[in-house]
């Protein structure tokens, strides 16, 4: 088992930037593959990025280039910087952990955090 808590979500204008943290507990976190996710009103869940066990990261097309995502184990936190931020970013943010070395699907995924609210405005 795994316990998961995003932070650092809020609101922010367009063009500005947020750093998400994601603090693991449970299990070994270097044994999990990470991701995030996000959700907005009425869409579906979709991919946004993904680190192996080894820090090799992964991008949707969406996000490249204006997201980096970095994890830490030792202090079990995974990371997602956001910058160049657009209004259509505006979701809920999840973090998640898969066994699965990397995955860009969200039912490989066997936990997830509560969320995090990110919106920005334009």
Known sequence: QVQLVESGGGLVQAGGSLNL???ASGR?????????????PGKEREFVAGISRNSRPGY???VKGRFTISRENAKNTVYLQMNSLKPEDTA????AATDYIYSIYDIHYSYWGQGTQVTVSS
Do not use: E, P
Not at 28 to 40: D, E, I, K, P, V
Not at 92 to 95: A, H, M, R
């Open 60 to 62: 949707a097309d969406a």
């Open 92 to 95: 809920v943010y999840y973090c």
């Open 21 to 23: 943290s994601c603090a």
């Open 28 to 40: 070994t976190f270097s044994s999990f593959a990470m991701g995030w996710f996000r959700q907005a």
